[in-house]
């Protein structure tokens, strides 16, 4: 049997990011895929344990900055339970509003990658005209489009006025009219073709390889961080998608179900919003180990943060999804799929090698 | 932490077996450097609860790797490996850091940033 | 200036590079080419093939193993060619600045034309930055280019600009910048 190598990346006009992998192929079919990476590492974690802690938000936030919310939630709720203070619940909410309206643009984005990766032009476009709504609407709670700074230690740092949760509530109509418009995508015989049967993960190997996020919940398994209940998720009614599929088709499913869970999510936070204080100060020192983990858009998201009680954190650790997620794309890869479906594999776990290689 | 269990080099991949038969995910593993000695937490998780496994070693002592148990454990330990110049049996560095890269950056004797720069 | 000449200026291709940067340069980068900012209107085209480029934007700082790739990227590309580094990262490596593994802003390895600041920049802002380079680009075809003694170039973003006064937050008014933006007819 002849085999060739082909090196797929680290610039590749498909993936935004830089990411290698060598496939060794007979004939069309991969047999075996070795991921490369560390063309974006930069050394977050050592940075953490140098900047003040106050500092830290923002450079949490900008390990990835498709997922600016979810990291600074984890960071700050971490070092909250290093302090032994919470935030007070109104914080809770914003916060618990701009982690979903976070999970809504980043999973708009995916799908256009997606249509993008496939030569699907007009899906891709019309997608991202729809996320650009959502980025109106965070701009106009946070200030700026991709980096939000809501999070500070002991809650947020801007509080939401009325007009403010009014004018969100419009946007969801509009995403939810937008994206029902465009739902028929998941019908389309050509998405069928490419995506369905196409990056097996079976449920044991998802398991077995420790999956997390939606690639978890396509492959059957109930895997929500968010039924934990922190912030305010434990006051609002959800239940985890979950479909059985166990391909990229399955993996579209959740993402596209998950975006009208997130809809719903939020028009529960403005209805149940609480009034009150939106920070609770504390100079607490920061002292003991804590584990924070919050349910990002690719999956749970590890946070473990060490104080030795001194002005400086001494260690903080970060596990991101994708990093879960890089062996069960591996395993997806090396079934023998065509090399034409390698972008749409990797990208059915929608890879964020950024935060991957921190 | 909660549910922590203190291991060493010969239990480690006892105790990790029976987070396997526990039908535990491996979620990932910290690296600490305490000064004198160094530590590795394993952290477990089946979805309600996690579990960890705090494994003490000298510089320079080799540790046994996980990876025949837990496949996803591969990237986990070479991270380590690249990132603080520890020992673990069957892996190599170079999953994260170039060659010119500073070597093992993240221990607290390491300067911070290269003067090179 | 013969056809060739000419059309470059008029639709010149972009090769974006992303060093070691967060993603949200990157996002900008990708949403300046989707309907709402529209570079095409431009005749601006992304293209994934470093040969047939004349623009690299670069984004996120230089680090040990990327430089390589990005040195590669550029000897690759046809003269005449520009390069734009794309936000705090690409210009000078930002708030990964103390980081062990980055080395700096994207001129520690390529010669960079115009620089982008923010943190991210505006798509206005990198669609301002490639129409700046175009200008350059321009006196480089015609070898009239000199070095404006102003030093580099550098695209002015809000970051300069007069805050807004207070009160405008308070009763939270949308940023003073929306204005600026394509109005969208489907809202
Ligand atoms: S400039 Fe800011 S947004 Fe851009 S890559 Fe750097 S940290 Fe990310």
């Given at each position: 049997?002849?085999?060739?190598?082909?090196?797929?990346?680290?610039?590749?006009?498909?993936?935004?990011?830089?990411?290698?992998?060598?496939?060794?192929?007979?004939?069309?079919?991969?047999?075996?895929?070795?991921?490369?990476?560390?063309?974006?590492?930069?050394?977050?974690?050592k940075?953490?344990?140098?900047n003040?802690?106050k500092?830290?938000?923002?450079?949490?936030?900008r390990?990835?900055?498709?997922?600016?919310?979810?990291?600074?939630?984890?960071?700050?709720?971490g070092?909250?339970?290093?302090?032994?203070?919470?935030a007070?619940?109104?914080?809770?909410?914003?916060?618990?509003?701009?982690n979903?309206?976070n999970?809504?643009?980043?999973?708009?984005?995916?799908?256009?990658?997606?249509?993008?990766?496939?030569?699907?032009?007009?899906?891709?476009?019309?997608?991202?005209?729809?996320?650009?709504?959502?980025?109106?609407?965070?701009?106009?709670?946070?200030g700026?489009?991709?980096?939000?700074?809501?999070?500070?230690?002991?809650?947020?740092?801007?509080d939401?006025?009325?007009?403010?949760?009014?004018?969100?509530?419009?946007?969801?109509?509009?995403?939810?009219s937008?994206?029902?418009?465009i739902?028929?995508?998941?019908?389309?015989?050509?998405?069928?073709?490419?995506?369905?049967?196409?990056?097996?993960?079976?449920e044991?190997?998802?398991?077995?390889?420790?999956?997390?996020?939606?690639?978890?919940?396509?492959?059957?398994?109930?895997?929500?961080l968010?039924?934990?209940?922190?912030?305010?998720?434990?006051?609002?009614?959800?239940?985890?998608?979950v479909?059985?599929?166990?391909?990229?088709?399955?993996?579209?499913?959740?993402?596209?179900?998950?975006?009208k869970?997130?809809?719903?999510?939020?028009?529960?936070?403005?209805v149940?919003?609480?009034?009150?204080?939106?920070?609770?100060?504390?100079?607490?020192?920061?002292?003991?180990?804590?584990?924070?983990?919050?349910?990002?858009p690719?999956?749970?998201?590890?946070?473990?943060?060490?104080?030795?009680?001194?002005?400086?954190?001494?260690?903080?650790?970060?596990?991101?999804?994708?990093?879960?997620?890089i062996?069960?794309?591996?395993?997806?890869?090396?079934?023998?799929?065509?090399?034409?479906?390698?972008?749409?594999?990797?990208?059915?776990m929608?890879?964020?090698?950024?935060?991957?290689?921190? | 932490?909660?549910?922590?269990?203190?291991?060493?080099?010969?239990?480690?991949?006892?105790?990790?077996l029976?987070?396997?038969?526990?039908?535990?995910?491996?979620?990932?593993?910290?690296?600490?450097?305490?000064?004198?000695h160094?530590?590795?937490?394993?952290?477990?998780?089946?979805?309600?609860?996690?579990?960890?496994?705090?494994?003490s070693?000298?510089?320079g002592?080799?540790?046994?790797?996980?990876?025949?148990?837990?496949a996803?454990?591969?990237?986990?330990?070479?991270?380590?490996v690249?990132?603080?110049?520890?020992?673990?049996?069957?892996?190599?560095?170079?999953?994260?850091l170039?060659?010119?890269?500073?070597?093992?950056?993240?221990?607290?004797?390491?300067?911070?940033?290269?003067?090179?720069? | 200036?013969?056809i060739?000449?000419?059309?470059?200026?008029?639709s010149?291709?972009?090769?974006?590079?992303?060093?070691?940067?967060?993603?949200?340069?990157?996002?900008?980068?990708?949403?300046?080419?989707?309907?709402?900012?529209d570079?095409e209107?431009?005749?601006?085209?992304?293209?994934?093939?470093?040969k047939?480029?004349?623009?690299?934007?670069?984004?996120?700082?230089?680090?040990?193993?990327?430089?390589?790739?990005?040195?590669?990227?550029?000897?690759?590309?046809?003269?005449?060619?520009v390069v734009?580094a794309?936000?705090?990262?690409?210009?000078?490596?930002?708030?990964?600045?103390?980081?062990?593994?980055?080395?700096?802003?994207?001129?520690?390895?390529?010669?960079?034309?115009?620089?982008?600041?923010?943190?991210?920049?505006?798509?206005?802002?990198?669609i301002?930055?490639?129409?700046?380079?175009?200008?350059?680009?321009?006196h480089?075809q015609?070898?009239?280019?000199?070095?404006?003694?102003?030093?580099?170039?550098?695209?002015?973003?809000?970051?300069?600009?007069k805050?807004?006064?207070?009160?405008?937050?308070?009763?939270a008014?949308?940023a003073?910048?929306?204005?600026?933006?394509?109005?969208?007819?489907?809202?």
């Open positions: 049997m002849v085999k060739s190598t082909i090196t797929f990346g680290p610039q590749h006009p498909v993936f935004p990011e830089p990411i290698q992998f060598i496939l060794k192929v007979v004939d069309e079919k991969v047999v075996l895929a070795e991921p490369q990476i560390g063309y974006v590492h930069r050394g977050i974690e940075a953490f344990e140098l003040d802690p500092d830290n938000i923002f450079l949490a936030e390990i990835c900055g498709i997922c600016p919310a979810p990291h600074t939630t984890a960071y700050v709720r070092v909250e339970s290093l302090m032994g203070i919470e007070p619940p109104r914080a809770k909410y914003i916060r618990t509003i701009m979903e309206l999970r809504i643009h980043s999973h708009i984005l995916w799908a256009g990658l997606l249509g993008d990766a496939i030569g699907f032009e007009s899906y891709f476009m019309q997608t991202w005209n729809y996320r650009e709504k959502v980025l109106d609407a965070i701009e106009k709670i946070s700026h489009r991709v980096t939000y700074a809501m999070n500070a230690i002991g809650g947020v740092r801007r939401m006025t009325n007009e403010q949760l009014r004018g969100l509530e419009k946007t969801m109509d509009y995403v939810e937008s994206l029902e418009n739902e028929d995508v998941m019908k389309d015989y050509t998405i069928k073709k490419r995506t369905q049967g196409i990056g097996i993960l079976t044991e190997e998802a398991r077995r390889d420790g999956a997390v996020g939606p690639t978890a919940r396509a492959s059957g398994i109930s895997q929500d968010r039924t934990s209940g922190y912030d305010a998720y434990g006051d609002l009614k959800f239940e985890p998608v479909v059985n599929n166990c391909d990229s088709y399955g993996r579209f499913a959740v993402r596209w179900q998950e975006l869970q997130s809809i719903d999510l939020i028009r529960q936070c403005i149940k919003m609480p009034s009150g204080e939106i920070l609770t100060k504390s100079n607490n020192p920061m002292n003991g180990e804590a584990i924070s983990r919050v349910e990002a690719r999956g749970e998201l590890f946070y473990y943060i060490k104080g030795n009680g001194s002005k400086k954190l001494e260690r903080v650790k970060v596990r991101t999804p994708t990093f879960a997620n062996i069960p794309t591996v395993t997806m890869l090396s079934k023998g799929c065509q090399v034409a479906d390698v972008s749409v594999i990797v990208l059915s929608d890879p964020c090698i950024s935060c991957t290689e921190r | 932490m909660q549910n922590e269990i203190q291991v060493n080099s010969a239990t480690l991949i006892g105790e990790t029976k987070m396997l038969e526990a039908k535990m995910r491996f979620a990932t593993a910290t690296c600490l450097d305490i000064g004198d160094f530590e590795i937490i394993y952290h477990f998780d089946n979805g309600n609860e996690m579990k960890h496994l705090r494994l070693f000298k510089d002592e080799e540790v046994p790797s996980i990876r025949a148990l837990y996803c454990a591969r990237f986990i330990e070479s991270e380590i690249d990132l603080f110049g520890v020992k673990i049996s069957g892996v190599s560095a170079g999953l994260l170039g060659s010119d890269s500073p070597v093992a950056p993240m221990r607290k004797s390491a300067p911070a940033k290269s003067e090179v720069n | 200036m013969g060739v000449e000419k059309s470059r200026l008029k010149p291709w972009i090769l974006h590079y992303d060093c070691s940067s967060c993603n949200g340069c990157d996002i900008e980068i990708l949403a300046c080419l989707t309907p709402y900012y570079i209107r431009f005749g601006i085209l992304s293209k994934g093939n470093p047939h480029s004349d623009v690299l934007l670069v984004t996120g700082g230089v680090n040990h193993r990327n430089k390589t790739v990005l040195k590669n990227l550029y000897d690759q590309m046809p003269a005449p060619k734009i794309i936000g705090a990262c690409g210009s000078t490596g930002g708030i990964f600045h103390n980081c062990y593994n980055i080395l700096g802003g994207a001129d520690k390895i390529v010669p960079v034309d115009v620089y982008v600041p923010g943190c991210p920049p505006r798509p206005e802002a990198i301002d930055g490639v129409v700046k380079a175009l200008d350059k680009l321009k480089l015609n070898g009239t280019w000199k070095e404006p003694e102003t030093g580099p170039i550098v695209v002015e973003t809000a970051v300069g600009a805050p807004a006064p207070a009160a405008k937050y308070a009763n008014a949308p003073p910048t929306l204005n600026s933006q394509p109005t969208n007819k489907e809202a």
